[in-house]
């Protein structure tokens, strides 16, 4: 409920649970004035949607800007609404104009659209309205929350260990997280949640809000000792990055915000639908990528076994990794040098490409535009096209290598056109995109927005290519960049186990379809780990499956397990691509991770249940298979991949050594069904179908 009555900029009264059909006392009574606290302004404090300290607010501000060449605090902003626009053609949107009266500064634009999903879109802009330029300081969307919601979840993470949750109470004060890597980072918040005490995937009201960004953030929960709560989303600007000529305008990043009243699976339910429209539909073939198969040691030789042997298992696309141009041997030379190595591929890649469609698959490649290195030819012609700070020094090497600046006209040109020549002359279907490296030069206002407009131009000359959003896997998985490409590398590691908690964490927010999840070797590449084939195969089923592994070097028993495994995928990929996700909570063995994918008909699901280490208990407690019809009758088999998972008990239950029960969605639900004690590092994947 926002509140737009009279001059004052409006105020969000209400944001939670649908209350129906309201008529004038109930509208009176929800958005009544609170009482006046001891100490505090005089007249009751309802904190608009861009609260300033003019209106007697102390907490972080909506917007902090001045007039170039004098300080902050000779130009406070006393805001005021022009106009306030309601329209429900593309679902509830409403709008409103403000300026400062004692300006002129600024010209204030803010909405928010109910999307049909339920999510709320919030977006502010700001442009210089008088002669002066003005520096822009900070621009925020933000909402309230009650104050139930008692609870704070957001996220951390690592390399090739994102999304890690992390959960509290929430406390006075603010609990402010800042990105400034020029990317989310793999210790991004994710998502910020507050929710009633104790909320899980199934139960409990929840308030979340993501921000829809790809460079450097600012989020947070701020709670004050008067009661107010919120959550505020801002693009972290440096002093001076942001200065508007007169008549400039400046549209800060979109934050989304979401309510549920069932529990964090609710928040999904929201969120899924609204990525599948938000982000660009494409075809999701199972893929085989080379990274871990061969590394940098690429040749028509070396990899026309692993062509056929990807096509004998029903790989669908083939992706050359990183090492196929000029002279990148390692990582530590030739990024930037975007034109294929003459000396590995005499022919280009042109007889590689004639290979791989011969045997039925597309083609893909991995590139990283956005960097070069000191060794390349472009970094030793160019050099004044390396990312700077403000004071013209360029950062120290990360990864052995630099960052280009995009804001540059020249570099994008030169990037635009480098890529539209390998799609122009290759069919390349795919594009893995990687960024392996933080900006570390400042701000990235500029620098996202230019790489947004680059990634918008490459799709408009080639609107088949599909594109992958990787930053050393995960470390810029937001759905500002979702907009322009089609999946997400969800982590370098593809051990199964660490897989499990980041696939699990990460589809809160975005659906399984757009996060790529490879079968790797048997023993892992970064962690060393070494796992049965079932779990590896379980794991990557639910994503946008691949395999990373050199799979000539496959027994025959595993590569026919592998050629089945393809087939499942191919099965169940309609499911797992349109389907709703839901999560069991942990009961007595937090070693234990449920999981599953219902069809929006209810008509079929597919459920996963992993042991993350050694059960606690002797006898498992029943597996709980949620979101079935609860009228229905399911016929539940177990879905055989890489062999049955290893058990620790001489008699395991009697419906899971026959393969298969029946039992209604109700019961499946909330009573369960007997599982056995897997051993540890192992995952059963069930097939629940209706039968009636």
Known sequence: MLDARGAAVPAVRYWGPDLGPLDEPDLALV???????????????????????????????????HRVGMPASRSPLVLSTTAVHRS????????????DDRGPLLDLDWSIELTGEGIAEVAVSATAAGEHPVAIARLAARLPVPARARDLLDFSGLWAGERRPQRGPVRDGVHVREQRQGRPGHDAPFLTIAGTPGFGFAAGEVWAMH???????????ESLAT??????????????????????RHDAPVALFAFSGTGLDGLSDRFHPYVRRLSPPTHRPVVLNTWEAVYFDQSLDALSPLVDAAADLGVERFVLDDGWFAGRTDDRRALGDWVVDPERWPEGLHPLVDRVESRGMEFGLWVEPEMVSPESRLAHEHPDWLLASSDGAVPPTWRWQHALDLANPEVRSHLLGALDALLTEYPIRFLKWDHNRALMAGGSAAQTRALYALLDELRARHPELAIESCASGGGRVDL?????THRFWTSDTNDALERQSIQRWTSLLVPLELLGGHVGAPRAHITGRTHDLSLRLATALFGHAGIEWDVTRATDDERALLRDWVATVRRFRPLVHAGRTVRVDPDDDAARL??????????????????????PVAVPAPLRLPGLDPDRRYRVAVVPLGGAPRVLQDAPPAWFV???????????????????????????????????
């Open 31 to 65: 958005a009544a004035d609170p009482a006046v606290a001891p100490s505090s302004p005089d007249r009751p404090l309802v904190p608009s949607v861009l609260p300033t300290p003019a209106e007697g607010w102390t907490g972080l501000p909506g917007i902090e800007a």
């Open 88 to 99: 429900a053609d593309a679902g509830l949107v409403v709008s409103l104009r403000a300026h």
């Open 211 to 221: 921000h829809a960004w790809s460079g450097d953030s600012r989020i947070a929960l």
């Open 227 to 248: 009661g107010h709560r919120h959550l505020h989303a801002e693009e972290l600007l440096q002093p001076g990055e942001v200065v508007l000529a007169p008549g400039e």
């Open 480 to 484: 500002g960049i979702a907009r322009r």
């Open 594 to 615: 449920v999981h599953g994918v219902v069809a929006l008909d209810r008509a079929e699901a597919l459920f996963s249940l992993a042991t993350l280490a050694s059960s």
């Open 658 to 692: 026959e393969g298969e029960l029946v039992a209604h969605g109700r019961v499946l639900a909330e009573a369960g069904i007997p599982v056995p004690l897997l051993a540890p590092e192992q995952a059963l994947v069930l097939h629940a179908i209706a039968v009636d």
